[in-house]
């Protein structure tokens, strides 16, 4: 059973930045394909960034291209998604996801594991 905790959300002024972590336990991660989305309140959860196991394929949502970088550190089981330029419409719960096995993916449905989520505000 793969555990995904997230860290480093909060509240954040516009055009500022924020860097999310998500550390894994219970799987090999340097195996694992990981992403991130997001789903703000009324809204269909929305595919941020992914990044597959050999990092050599690295997938961003259009709204988020050239503003957040997604990465990882295998020898602290991590993933990272570095987020820049902050907007109001970045506000969301944001969550890390893991596929056990394959390359990266856009859809939600092919991740095995889901984090709990966390929170980013970004005000004006």
């Known amino acids: 059973q793969v555990q995904l905790v997230e860290y480093g959300g909060g509240l954040v002024q516009a055009g500022g930045s924020l860097r999310l972590g998500c550390t894994a336990s219970?799987?090999?991660?340097?195996?694992?394909?990981m992403a991130w989305f997001r789903q703000a309140p009324g809204k269909e959860r929305e595919f941020v960034a992914a990044?597959?196991?050999?990092?050599?394929?690295?997938y961003y949502g259009d709204s988020v291209k050239g503003r957040f970088t997604i990465s990882r550190d295998n020898a602290k089981n991590t993933t990272y998604l570095q987020m820049i330029s902050l907007k109001l419409d970045d506000t969301a719960v944001y969550y890390c996801?893991?596929?056990?096995?394959?390359?990266?993916?856009?859809?939600?449905?092919?991740?095995?594991?889901w984090g709990q989520g966390t929170q980013v505000t970004v005000s004006s």
């Open positions: 996801a893991a596929r056990l096995w394959g390359n990266a993916r856009h859809q939600a449905d092919d991740y095995d594991y």
């Open positions: 990044q597959s196991w050999s990092t050599s394929v690295t």
């Open positions: 219970g799987g090999i991660f340097r195996t694992m394909s």
